[in-house]
């Protein structure tokens, strides 16, 4: 009898283990064995993400910037073709993509979670303040950051015609507000002012690294009134040195952190 109640205690602890060890998150299998699977060439993932808090709530506007945040990630990633389906009223997003392996869907998964660290900054002026650990910060005011920002594409401009010599650029895009608050800045600096831009990495990442938290992108002179809710960025070397920034900037699109509900292989 006692070996009956100790062989049915044990059996109880390694299910409540088990329970403990999946309630991250449900991983499904949808494979028929584990020997299939180890041959498999490409896994199809099925991915539902809820907010980490649950009072943040995914609201769709005109646009829908935590699926454009979400696809420029899976994009970045080596993920070339997806499909999202986002519902307001279960507060959710569904994500569907084939991966190459299991390793890489569950890397590809964590990867969409975080909200990011660094934030583009776009400030009035060149002003700046210097700490007593001599890091240098922004000093003015603020126009926008990265929450206003759309889209965000490392591109060639050609500025002349004539003698034609593409230039690597970002190219930004913003929402309404980012539009109308650019729009009133240059009007106000135009003929006069500057604009720069900074990137923000964060008081965690800049403890981690002991190094400085803000980096400046580059100052520009404001010529004329800017109101079509787009600019470029413009300085770089080549074009991997856009496509770095781009993906940094875009690595802090999302308004809040996510994670992952379930994640289904099949």
Do not use: H
């Not at 910060?137 to 004539?162: E, F, H, K």
């Amino acid at each position: 009898m006692k070996k009956r109640w100790l062989a049915l205690f044990l059996a109880l602890l390694i299910l409540a283990v088990c329970i403990t060890a999946c309630d991250k998150y449900d991983a499904v299998d949808d494979g028929d064995s584990d020997d299939a699977v180890s041959d498999e060439t490409s896994v199809k993932v099925t991915l539902v993400l809820v907010p980490a808090d649950e009072n943040d709530r995914i609201i769709l506007g005109s646009a829908d910037p935590i699926g454009a945040a979400l696809g420029r990630r899976l994009k970045n990633n080596g993920i070339d073709e997806w499909s999202m389906m986002t519902s307001e009223e279960d507060n959710r997003i569904s994500v569907k993509f084939i991966a190459e392996s299991k390793a890489q869907a569950q890397e590809m998964a964590d990867k969409l979670c975080p909200r990011g660290e660094v934030t583009l900054l776009f400030y009035e002026g060149d002003d700046t303040i210097t700490g007593a650990d001599g890091s240098v910060a922004p000093l003015g005011v603020l126009i926008l950051d990265s929450r206003n920002v759309t889209s965000v594409d490392a591109m060639y401009v050609d500025y002349s015609a004539d003698e034609p010599d593409p230039q690597p650029v970002i190219s930004l895009t913003f929402d309404e507000v980012g539009a109308a608050a650019f729009a009133a800045a240059t009007e106000k600096l135009a003929g006069k002012g500057k604009i720069s831009v900074w990137l923000d990495f964060g008081k965690n990442w800049a403890e981690q690294n002991q190094s400085s938290r803000y980096q400046k992108v580059q100052t520009f002179d404001v010529f004329e009134p800017i109101t079509e809710g787009e600019a470029l960025l413009t300085g770089f070397e080549d074009m991997a040195e856009a496509e770095e920034l781009a993906d940094l900037i875009t690595g802090g699109f999302l308004p809040f952190d996510l994670k992952i509900k379930s994640i289904r292989f099949k």
